[in-house]
């Protein structure tokens, strides 16, 4: 994928999370991601799909997740969108808070956050947007980070 | 590849050897029901051995807490073995690790039960 992108509708069902993980894995592969940083990347986008089809459409039939891949400049940016009613952030606590430890959910975004580089939430009351982006890091980029 | 468990008793202790996935869906299921029926059994004492689990997703972790509270609010005890390098890193990112009471030896793990 050189300067390209690809999108997806995708119902809001258990199978589009196994499905935007399986095109996250592909895209990261053939874009050279190593095998670690390819588990990342799509594990962050199986776990926004999966706000996406529980939180955010619920289920809801008529509703539908967009999934787009897209890289620019020296980034993979994956975008995935639900039709809910917006994701309040105030309402998810932290998880590596000690009470919330054994909390037996809440650590979607965490993990997201975690595995990306950049992550940029807007929630609005049509649905909510969640933007991951990944450094491509090929060899001129390293140049030119070392040389910054 | 899906989840697929089985059982066996070792000195009064339940291993469940796990293997494949434990994700959102029927991987979770599938623990949070063994589980159940070992609890419903009696059986308290329960190591699962995670080896071959070579992922697990937020889902997943959930499923695991949620295992290790209900077997130990029933006055039980639920441990972890072999942790795989991926499971090992997501337990240790999401402070888990010093939760669990995780092992790494079969024999010496089935000891550890009091």
Do not use: W
């Not at chain 2, 992922?55 to 499923?63: C, F, K, L, P, R």
């Not at chain 2, 888990?96 to 024999?107: M, P, S």
Request: one cysteine or more; aromatic letters at 4%; a negative charge.
């Amino acid at each position: 994928m050189t300067e390209q992108r690809v999108s997806y509708t995708l119902d809001s069902t258990l199978e589009t999370v196994d499905s935007a993980e399986q095109a996250a894995n592909r895209i990261a592969s053939e874009l050279g991601f190593d095998d670690d940083e390819v588990m990342r990347i799509a594990m962050a986008v199986r776990e926004a799909a999966v706000n996406a089809v529980l939180h955010g459409n619920a289920y809801d039939p008529g509703k539908k997740v967009s999934l787009d891949f897209e890289q620019t400049g020296g980034n993979l940016v994956i975008t995935i969108r639900d039709q809910g009613k917006g994701l309040d952030l105030e309402k998810i606590p932290d998880p590596l808070a000690p009470e919330n430890l054994l909390k037996t959910s809440g650590r979607g975004i965490f993990l997201i956050r975690s595995f990306m580089d950049e992550v940029h939430i807007s929630p609005s009351q049509t649905g909510t947007e969640i933007k991951l982006v990944k450094h491509v890091h090929g060899p001129s980029e390293g140049v030119k980070e070392a040389s910054q | 590849m899906s989840m697929k468990t089985s059982t066996r008793q070792i000195n009064g202790v339940t291993i469940v050897d796990c293997s494949g996935r434990i994700t959102l869906g029927e991987g979770s299921v599938i623990l949070k029901d063994v589980v159940r029926e070992l609890l419903s059994k009696g059986q308290k004492k329960i190591l699962l051995n995670l080896g071959d689990v070579n992922y697990i997703d937020s889902s997943g972790i959930g499923e695991l807490v949620s295992a290790f509270t209900t077997v130990r609010n029933q006055g039980g005890e639920l441990k972890l073995l072999n942790l795989t390098k991926k499971v090992h890193d997501l337990l240790q990112i999401t402070k888990l690790y010093t939760v669990f009471d995780v092992k790494d030896d079969e024999a010496s793990a089935v000891k550890s039960f009091s």
